[in-house]
């Protein structure tokens, strides 16, 4: 935690099941196209004491799924109330071992956090943790990856995911891809869809470059127009509808612990599928059976209140 800086405070809730908890706020990194580094430079941390009381507080309150969120959650680095560093995996460690039914998700992390005892911690939790990652790619280009001034190669983003599917070889993959950043050519667009394809996601979330005021990329040579930009959003969308199709495919026939969402008749599986009910349900966690799917959504039928 950065001493001095504002501690995130902000809890928000979606229907009586989830609740997102940011435990982080702010980013140090540069990169060229954000304007997030000009606006909060500064890395802060919820003190652990107060974020175990916040998360023991909402699960007395019933909620099920606690989604730890940040904007560079992996940086998580705090002390507990003894004085003894926590960082973002012993973080978890200890959250994991509170008492009650309950499993937590993690927003969204940089490929660089995803290490070896993150990964263990993911795989011994027995659920406890969600088996669904956001990682942000952005570009499976290296020129494209270096000019946006990310701090990872293409080919060291495919080594920590190989070293994640090693271990979670069913882990629900999902990222950010940016399309139309200046200098993206057809090539680099390719390289792009041809990592993601490679690698196998089980989703993404596209993002069309825009130029932001005071960000370096604004002034890069080589703007691309905005109906190429389009062009190429559809593009990926369109891999996108695929990727999350196959991805629930995969699920059919099985057995999920799924949270219900706002309506009650959508849920949400451990690794981030949305389940369609026949029928409502309450809140908290229910067992379910995948009949078939229909593109991205799973159709499923309530087979218990989940214990
Ligand atoms: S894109 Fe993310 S990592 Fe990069 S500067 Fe912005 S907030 Fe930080």
Redo the contacts with the bound molecule.
Sequence with gaps: MTPGAAQPSISWFHGHSRAFVKIQDG?N???A??V??AVRPKLSCKPYDNLRHEVENLLAQGYVEIVLCG??LGRYMSADGAGKRVDFVSMLERLTRIPGDFRIRLSSL?ITDVGDRLIAVMANSTGRLCPSLHV?LQSGSAWVLKRMQ?WYSAAFYKRRINALKNVLPHVGLFTDIMVGFPGENQARFKESLDLIKEIEFSGLHVFRYSQRAKTPAARYEGQIPEKEISARASEMRRLDHDLRAAFAARAVGSRRRVVAELSGREALTEDFLTVKLEKEINQGFHNVQVLKTDGPLLWAQVSSTAQ
């Design positions: 980013c990194m540069e990169c196209y954000c997030i580094p904007i560079r940089e942000p990310r």
